[in-house]
């Protein structure tokens, strides 16, 4: 277990600097305004890190698009869209059509869906939903899978508590905290300023780290007492700040509640998907007895200090550095 | 029939080692270079072939011949990357992976007692070997660091797993030795080094 925790905290350290970036997610928001019927103006309201020129945007075959003009004739804007040059500068974009009439529609392009098909106006039909669905449970498990902040948060929980059953239940205590806070986050119930946000998120590993030192001492700290407690209130600092990857795609309020709960399932694959993995091999280390020498002890849980630590010193500076 | 079905079983395989390769490669552009690290090894047959031969002979061995595997392993592979990254990988480690495959699958078959500096040796040359092998597809972009650490972190999940799976199987060491567990691992060793066999016919004939 130790053996296996210190060699992902390693990794975890070392794949730091990348994704911290990725969360803060390079991500594009184009708005569509039709101006007259199947003629658009479009602009970036958020421009990717790569830059708006560089993004190789393929509209349907009927329509002529050179930015900011986009024309699609009588046929108007109907068929596939999509990105070629999605990747790590440009992980999503977000496509906002307003049309002349009615509610204004939108469509993410991502690695994970890189084609969307944009639909004529009118009620959802089960494409659209298909689609949402599939975007959103893709995005949400790359967000859980690139944030490693949240992974080592969970990891540290594992280490803390024993016994399957009191795990399941602090797993589940965090997840239905992070699901309140991402909730109550994208509908706008609550909002926390993103920065200082991430820096909690960080100080709460910080505080997993020293719950682990206080049990390897034989005493009774706060989550080894009331684990389930301690997972709820960190889920919910950790949901907001998966609320904040949500709100930068802008989704029309209308598909907002099924976007959250395909979000959020995607975090709960992902997350499961860790969990087991952790498991699976903690019990291999048990069934092989490949243990830390007891000297390496206290190695795991002072990576863990350090690296959130240093997560946080960043993450504070950032908040003073945009003051 | 008999050369027919084969030949099947040789297309599917490479069908859905290919599968693999493009899923892989998708989940790994989209999520960036640490698991574009800990993915590669699945686009290549030889290394699920390979890696998992090598974690079920060190499980059929025992915990405490197979346990240094654990950080040997990694290691290993973060060691070929670096060589791999130096002086490029020769042509001729082909025919040097479909050999090794050929060895460990001898070598399970016929259910030698291996001592555990052996064990060790054979592990890291392994390594090293998959690990140049890995290399071979860094792209001027990708962040070095983050691909080895999912490489190394991948190997070490996939050779604790497949060690403690086969330590599971295999049983306790109290149990007769011909019980059905072990049978089965020895004939699991033979088939391995068949794909060996014909690895390496293939390889010199090509």
């Given at each position: 277990m130790r053996y296996l925790a210190a060699a992902l905290l390693v990794l975890a350290a070392l794949i730091l600097p990348s994704q911290t970036r990725a969360h803060e997610a390079s991500l594009g928001v184009l708005e569509l305004r039709e101006v007259r019927p199947g003629a658009f103006i479009g602009h970036w309201t958020m421009e990717p890190t790569m830059g708006a020129d560089h993004v190789d945007l393929r509209m349907p075959p009927h329509c002529f698009v050179r930015l900011p003009e986009l024309n699609c004739g009588?046929?108007?804007?109907v068929g596939p869209v999509t990105i070629t040059n999605l990747g790590a500068d440009m992980s999503a974009v977000l496509i906002r059509i307003i049309p002349l009439a009615g509610e204004a529609r939108s469509y993410t392009i991502s690695s994970a869906n890189p084609v969307v098909s944009v639909l004529a106006a009118g009620a959802p039909t089960l494409q659209t939903w298909i689609e949402l669905a599939r975007t959103y449970v893709n995005y949400g498990i790359d967000h859980i899978l690139l944030g490693a902040d949240h992974l080592l948060f969970v990891l540290g929980l594992i280490w803390i508590v024993r016994g399957g059953w009191r795990l399941t239940k602090t797993i589940t205590a965090f997840t239905v905290g992070h699901s309140v806070s991402l909730a109550a986050a994208a509908f706008g119930l609550i909002g926390v300023p993103e920065r200082p946000l991430n820096a909690c998120i960080a100080l709460s590993i910080v505080f997993v780290g020293i719950e682990i030192i206080k049990q390897q001492r034989g005493e009774a700290g706060l989550t080894a007492r009331y684990p389930w407690a301690i997972a709820f209130t960190f889920g919910l600092v950790h949901g907001i700040g998966f609320a904040g990857a949500l709100a930068a795609l802008g989704l029309e309020r209308r598909l907002l509640p099924a976007a959250l709960l395909f979000f959020n399932l995607g975090v709960e694959i992902g997350q499961l998907a860790f969990v087991l993995l952790v498991l699976a091999l903690i019990w291999a280390h048990r069934r092989l007895d490949a243990v830390l020498p007891r000297w390496g002890d206290t190695l795991p849980a002072y990576t863990i200090g350090s690296v959130s630590m240093f997560w946080f010193f960043g993450r504070l500076l950032s908040v003073f550095a945009a003051t | 029939m008999n050369m027919r079905f084969r030949r099947g079983v040789v297309a599917a395989a490479v069908l859905l080692a290919q599968a693999n390769a493009a899923e892989a490669h998708i989940a790994a552009s989209r999520l960036g270079d640490f698991y574009a690290g800990a993915l590669h090894?699945?686009?290549d047959l030889q290394d699920i072939i390979l890696w998992g031969a090598m974690g079920v002979l060190a499980g059929s061995l025992g915990a405490a011949t197979g346990r240094w595997l654990v950080l040997v392993f990694p290691l290993g592979l973060l060691a070929g990357l670096v060589l791999g990254q130096s002086f490029g990988v020769a042509s001729m480690w082909a025919t040097v992976d479909a050999a090794m495959m050929l060895v460990l699958g001898l070598l399970l078959a016929a259910a030698t007692r291996i001592p555990t500096g052996l064990l060790c040796a054979l592990a890291f040359a392994l390594a090293l070997i998959r690990g140049a092998a890995n290399a071979s597809?860094?792209?001027?972009?990708?962040?070095r660091l983050l691909f080895a650490a999912g490489l190394a972190c991948a190997g070490y999940a996939a050779i604790t797993l497949a060690m403690a799976l086969a330590l599971a199987f295999r049983g306790l060491d109290s149990s007769p030795s011909t019980s059905w567990q072990k049978i089965a691992l020895r004939a699991l060793g033979g088939w391995i080094a068949a794909i060996g066999l014909m690895m390496v016919g293939f390889g010199l004939a090509s």
């Open positions: 009588e046929k108007g804007l | 090894p699945l686009t597809d860094l792209g001027p972009e990708t962040d």
